[in-house]
């Protein structure tokens, strides 16, 4: 039989391996789940962290752009993302008038034209109107208008001018010009 002796160290090997055992079944998954949770928080306030980061960024560069508000007016203005016929061509008249020109006649048959092509050439970003403008008056009030045309902030090429000779008694020259506004398409 085995004495009270023996049994006390037997007792006390058996309670320490099963406290191992335990430990090892129970304890050790928690603590690998945890170590795991943990690296999970820590990656995802890496990722909270990059946000903010990015954001700051994103406020830094909109306070930058704030301060050139005119300029990115300016660009708006010339480019502008609709095109409105009736504004650019009541432009064209104020001007012709201000220099004084007379306004005969706006074609605007280029502009349901060059439509179709737009439906095949969409990728461009820059889409171009194309008009024509009929005009009479002296050569220096043709040469202002010209100049309006050229300091004006919205974005108008001249493609043509023809013109013919005055009559004898008013002096008057007949100018025909082919025009091209220009818009952004988002």
């Known amino acids: 039989m085995l004495n009270s002796k023996k049994i006390i160290p037997l007792l006390l090997v ?15 998954p928690k603590e690998q789940e945890f170590g795991n949770k943990k690296k999970e928080l820590e990656a995802k306030d890496q990722e909270i962290k990059g946000k903010q980061d990015y954001l700051s960024e994103l406020n830094s560069f909109s306070e930058k752009l704030s301060q050139y508000q005119a300029e990115i007016s300016k ?31 706006i074609d605007v048959s280029q502009l349901y034209a060059s439509q179709e092509q737009k439906v095949e050439s969409s990728e461009e970003k820059i889409q171009k109107m194309p008009f024509s403008v009929s005009l009479t008056g002296s050569y220096s009030s043709f040469k202002n208008f010209l100049s309006a045309l050229y300091l004006n902030s919205r974005m108008i090429n001249v493609r043509s001018i023809s013109f013919s000779s005055p009559a004898e008694e008013d002096k008057l020259f007949n100018f025909n010009l082919e025009l091209e506004a220009q818009y952004f398409k988002p």
């Not at 660009?75 to 609709?82: F, Q, V």
């Not at 016929?85 to 012709?96: D, V």
């Open 14 to 28: 058996g309670a320490f391996v099963l406290l191992l055992l335990a430990g090892y079944f129970l304890w050790w």
């Open 75 to 105: 660009i708006n203005d010339a480019l502008p993302s609709e095109p409105s016929a009736a504004a650019l061509f009541n432009y064209i008249e104020k001007a012709s008038s201000e220099n004084g020109l007379i306004l005969e006649s």
